[in-house]
């Protein structure tokens, strides 16, 4: 294979893991979740709670995860615009997205929109691409902001 195509397939390989991990939330499957994670991840979600990034197991990521949404009844994800650079066994990868959160409540404000950037870093372990570094920059939140909190 021309090291064009091999650059092609594994920046397809790339995003697929972001899109699965994408999916995978949505759909509450923790297993999958925790297959697109290294076994340490760099997690910065300071644009949404403030704080500092921190270092954590991909399972306590995905634990993390699984905590916050529960109370949320439907979560959906939307990514695009990547771009990717792939450097032998790591890459660096920038997405837009927006995640979207609904839950009936008695306020009747059910749902909040986040939108925002992504930049993540994966690293090739046995030929596969994982997620060693996640960071979420929120550009705007739209709707119900205590969505979690109200009943």
């Known amino acids: 294979m021309s090291d064009l195509v091999r650059q092609l397939v594994e920046k397809d390989r790339i995003i697929d893991t972001i899109n699965q991990l994408f999916i995978a939330t949505d759909n509450r499957d923790w297993a999958a979740v925790r297959g ?29 995860w699984e905590e916050g949404l529960r109370s949320i009844e439907s979560v959906h994800h939307q990514a695009g615009n990547y771009r990717v650079e792939v450097q032998d066994e790591e890459a660096t990868a920038f997405c837009y997205g ?35 570094s996640f960071r979420f920059n929120l550009k705007f939140l739209e709707g119900n902001a205590d969505l979690d909190r109200n009943d």
């Open 98 to 132: 927006m995640a979207s959160h609904f839950r009936r409540n008695r306020t009747g404000r059910n749902s909040r929109v986040f939108v925002g950037s992504y930049d993540l870093h994966l690293v090739r372990i046995e030929d596969r691409w994982l997620i060693d």
């Open 36 to 64: 697109c994670l290294a076994d340490q991840v760099l997690l910065d979600m300071t644009s949404l709670a403030g704080g500092r990034a921190t270092k954590m197991a991909g399972e306590q990521v995905a634990a993390v």
